[in-house]
Structure formats: structure tokens, C-alpha cells
């Protein structure tokens, strides 16, 4: 299936690929564009939009759109629950709700500065999600 969402990723629009990838749809293809040819090419390609104004699968009230995903496709993985309270953090600018928001936000930026290409930064952060992830599942495991 193809998704598409905004070109220069960041937070989210890393976080929502990975996801999608690794619960979702492991052959998910991923198109990024301008925000204001999303929809349209979305249309045209049959394409999942998200991550995007007028895209169901986009921010609602304090959610960001990782969390609406986990929603969307009932996943219930605690450790990716704890992972959503990151990603939603570092993505809504509510760093201190998080510990480990802030670094995320700065690899963000710093996969950006490095990886301008949206396919290749996604793929190259996908390890550190990885990463991530391996640790949430350590942490709800202690809880």
C-alpha cells in the first residue's frame, strides 16, 4: 500500500512511517510531497494520507498523529504505548512530559541537517526507533 504525508520529516512523520512499516504494513511505500499537494496526489495514487491537514489520520485534540495511528489500528503493544508518550511529547512541543522527548527532537533535527532526502532519513532513523523501542519494551517489563 502506498502512504504519503509532508516532505521534511521530522518527529512525527518519522515516527508514523516506523510504525506503519514495522505493525501495520511491512511493504508500505512511502511518498512525501508538499503539504499542499498531499491530498491530491493521495487521491491520484490511492494513497493513505497522513500526517497532514484534512488527512483522517492526522493530529486530534492534544493526540499526535502516531497516536492516532496506534488508535486507528487498535494496537495495544504496552511498550508501544510508552514509545507513543515520547513521540508525542518531542512532536507537540511538550518536551517536559517526557523525559526523553528533547533528545528525539534534537535527532530529529539533526537527521534533518544530515538527511534532507525524507526516504533516506526515514530509513536511516528507522535503527534508532529500533532502538527506542527495544528500550520502551525494558522499561514497561520493569513497571
Given at each position: ?129 529500533d532502538a527506542l523501542y527495544a528500550w520502551c519494551r525494558l522499561d514497561v517489563a520493569?513497571?
Amino acid at each position: 500500500m502506498k502512504w504519503i504525508t509532508r516532505s521534511h520529516v521530522h518527529v512525527d512523520r518519522v515516527a508514523c512511517p516506523w510504525l506503519i512499516r514495522r505493525f501495520i504494513d511491512s511493504e508500505a511505500e512511502f511518498l512525501f510531497v508538499p503539504k499542499s499537494k498531499v491530498l491530491e496526489i493521495a487521491a491520484k495514487e490511492g494513497a493513505i494520507a497522513f500526517d497532514t491537514p484534512g488527512a483522517e489520520l492526522h493530529h486530534r485534540d492534544h493526540l499526535c498523529t502516531f497516536d492516532v495511528i496506534i488508535k486507528a489500528y487498535e494496537l495495544t503493544d504496552p511498550a508501544l504505548l510508552r514509545m507513543a508518550r515520547v513521540i508525542n511529547a518531542a512532536d507537540t512541543d511538550h518536551l517536559e512530559a517526557d523525559p526523553l522527548a528533547a533528545g528525539f527532537e534534537a535527532i530529529a533535527v539533526g537527521y534533518g541537517l544530515r538527511y534532507p532526502d525524507d526516504l533516506e532519513n526515514i530509513e536511516r532513523q528507522f535503527e534508532v526507533y529500533d532502538a527506542l523501542y527495544a528500550w520502551c519494551r525494558l522499561d514497561v517489563a520493569k513497571q
